[in-house]
């Protein structure tokens, strides 16, 4: 399995985000922590004049009680009301769709979005919800115990990895 080249994927991104009409006006929220990294990354790039948002799903897992919280927890900031606003969730890799239903839930606690839209670099397409991305990077497939992680350097590059968890 080849891992895919992060510019590439981010490209990608980028041009299918420039083609949304609702997109200057939207609020971006990233989700902690690389899809934050990749929606500040995103948010410069597009020049979005809307404070960037910041969700940490940690205490919205549907999997809590079995992977517990993570010692690095992130608070919450969404800086402007979601009410009758499009809001874009940002997320690094789509997979289950367990992450976005939390994202979801704590973003309806800050009021109610008149749309909810979902940019990832990556889709790996193992739904277990019914959720799909409005934007990505690509798609690809991997086995159940491979993971991508986006990894940020201390000069702030981006770059992908590949986990094996088995």
């Given amino acids: 399995m080849t891992l895919p080249d992060f510019d590439t994927a981010y490209s990608r991104l980028l041009a299918a985000l420039r083609e949304r009409p609702d997109l200057p006006d939207a609020l971006m929220v990233g989700i902690h922590s690389g899809g934050y990294w990749l929606a500040q990354k995103l948010h410069a790039d597009l020049g979005l004049s809307t404070p960037l948002g910041a969700l940490n799903v940690a205490f919205y897992r549907d999997d809590f009680d079995r992977i517990?919280?993570?010692?690095?927890?992130?608070?919450?900031?969404?800086?402007?009301?979601?009410d009758k606003r499009v809001v874009w969730l940002v997320d690094d890799v789509l997979n289950t769709g367990r992450t976005l239903r939390g994202a979801m839930n704590e973003l309806f606690d800050y009021g109610r979005p008149d749309a909810i839209r979902l940019a990832v670099l990556l889709d790996r397409g193992g739904r277990e919800l019914p959720v799909a991305p409005d934007a990505s990077g690509g798609t690809i497939e991997l086995l159940p115990h491979q993971h991508i992680k986006l990894q940020r350097s201390e000069s702030g590059e981006l770059s992908l990895t590949l986990e094996d968890r088995s």
Avoid: S
Wanted: hydrophobic letters at 25%; glycine letters at 6%; aromatic letters at 0%.
């Fill in 68 to 82: 517990g919280l993570h010692p690095q927890t992130a608070p919450t900031q969404i800086p402007v009301p979601t």
